[in-house]
């Protein structure tokens, strides 16, 4: 949620969506709270998206190869490599550089969370989107820490928004230390009571 907040500070214009998006949303629902409210709010799901493609809990993934029965490693000759993985290796998948690749995401260092709206998802490599983990390794936590989030943000966004302040980073230097993706020093940003009706 911090990273969240930290973006839409430093992009107003995306905050006033997010926020108009969540008045809609009391305001159609008669102020409850419900789970297909929540999952109704597309754009919350792409901001929340984009902030994990920028911030991913875990700067990498983790795994060991176990190949197939009666097989010495996993070959890697499909992607043009000579080299075959020896069973029970560990690898590590620096899974914030995949995401914030070029090669990847279109104009990859900008904060954009219309590219996770269904016509743009082309122009993106959505298999190097691994905030979670991927395949059937991935987080089971993964529901559950989403809809936690867009719950917090949801009740912070009814009666808040965020501005940027002097002690605001032009951009976040992540602590090379953390085993979880935090900044260095925090993240600094002006609250203001502002409640949407």
Avoid: W
């Avoid at 000759?77 to 069973?87: E, G, H, S």
Wanted: charged share 25%; proline share 9%; glycine share 6%.
């Amino acid at each position: 949620m911090p990273f969240t907040m930290y973006e839409m500070a430093r992009n107003p214009d995306l905050q006033r969506r997010f926020r108009e998006e969540v008045r809609e949303a009391f305001l159609s629902n008669d102020g409850k709270v419900t789970y297909e409210m929540i999952m109704g709010l597309k754009y919350m799901d792409n901001v929340v998206k984009e902030v994990l493609r920028h911030y991913p809990p875990l700067p990498f993934l983790d795994r060991v190869c176990t190949p197939k029965a009666g097989e010495e490693g996993y070959s890697l000759k499909a992607f043009n490599m000579n080299f075959n993985v020896p069973a029970n290796m560990p690898i590590y998948i620096p899974q914030q550089a995949i995401q914030m690749d070029p090669q990847h995401f279109k104009d990859s260092e900008t904060f954009n969370p219309d590219r996770f709206l269904p016509e743009n998802k082309h122009e993106n490599n959505m298999n190097a989107y691994m905030p979670f983990g991927i395949g059937p390794h991935n987080c089971i936590g993964e529901r559950f820490a989403m809809l936690q989030t867009k719950l917090g943000l949801l009740y912070f966004y009814r009666n808040h928004y965020v501005t940027v302040c002097d002690k605001t980073a032009e951009k976040i230097q992540l602590d090379p230390r953390a085993i979880i993706i935090q900044p260095v020093g925090g993240i600094h940003l002006n609250v203001v009571r502002d409640p949407l009706f």
